[in-house]
């Protein structure tokens, strides 16, 4: 891209930025890295409109990676609830608490080799050890944990890939960092006229290369993130970056784009030669139907049974007992029930309802049977297993998945 398609793109940014939480009113300010860290990760998969208020929510409850390191992962599926996708919550977590850790370990690195640099302004330095940027106060004393400011170093923590570090290297310490996320895929198939994504494999590059003299056999992805790069090669890299994401949100959509409004157009090939709806190429989608039932077991003094593990969904957090299986299937107690419970414990079976969901591939359609025990709750037989107090359910169970199948119950 030349550097008048350059100098177009930040002026319309400079024009058309949304307000968002997350974005000063400044565009050329430097960003607090841990709020570039978790509103990008929020946005991964979601909507801007669906993430302002988690990320505001969020922000008052975690305000910093230090408050955030002391929660449990309840409590951060609790603000997580609704996003979906809740690796992204629990390696969130993770992260915050192997910072802070790694920040006050005395023995975490060799003190010999860590280096400070002074910031005048804010009577603040960093300091490097390890794999770990600590952001210390030299007032106090203290130290408080905060995040890396190399792309090795982001990438080698939980749930920080290629895109997450990019944007963090960005937005927050304005290096010359790329990043490729969906939105710059679009407007890269349709600037260049690329007819695959980047996951394509057996792709040869032809006259795709940003550069002359570029190998043929390079990967797809390669091609996409060589683009990213060359927009990143400037001083302005970060607003290129904002910009072209901002640019796909509101002008490049995936469909109907205003390409009488985008400053690129005079440069766009798809546009150009009238032929935007091409690109970029459709996905391929494999959707998988699964019909399942969702057990909801209630005891005598009110209390419903959790479980961690062993399940198709959620397997690394506590849900309701779910199992695969046909339509319509038989009435009574379910063999799969009697892993958790007594058959000679309980006082009725009953189906009280349905709901759909989506969980990545699966379109899920869920039959909810509701099991009360005629006696208390049992002591659980291990860490897997939780008896949750019904008043206590709705804000136990993080996931909408859980949330649908407990709604007939709650709406007696």
Known sequence: MDSNSLKRLREWFKKNAAELPWRPADLDAPRDPYAVWISETMLQQTQVSTVRDYFVRWMK????????????????????????????????????????????????????????????TASEFYCRADAVMHLCNDKRGERKAALPSTRREL??????????????????????????????????????????????????????????????DISASEIYWDYAREIADSPKAYMHNEALMELGRTICRVKNPDCSNCPLRSSCRAALENRTAEFPPSKKHTQKDWHGTVLVIESADRKILAVHGGQKFFKNQFTLPHFESPRNASAGLPAQAEHYIDADKVKSVENIGKFRHSITVHKMECDVLHIQLNGKAPAPTSSEIKWVRRGQALDFFASSFCLKALKPLFNR
């Open 61 to 120: 409850r975690f305000p910093d990676i230090e408050t955030l390191a002391k929660a449990n992962e309840e409590e951060v599926f609790k603000y997580w609830q609704g996003l979906g996708y809740y690796s992204r919550a629990r390696n969130i977590l993770k992260t915050a608490k192997q910072l802070v850790s790694d920040c006050h370990d005395p023995c975490k690195g060799s003190r010999n080799d860590m280096r400070g640099e002074r910031n005048k």
């Open 155 to 216: 990438e080698a923590l939980p749930g920080i890939g290629a895109y997450t570090a990019g944007a963090i290297l960005s937005l927050a310490y304005h290096q010359r960092e790329a990043i490729l996320d969906g939105n710059l895929v679009r407007i890269f198939s349709r600037l260049h006229t690329l007819n695959f994504l980047p996951t394509d494999k057996n792709v040869h590059r032809g006259c795709h290369a940003p550069c002359e003299g570029a190998r043929n």
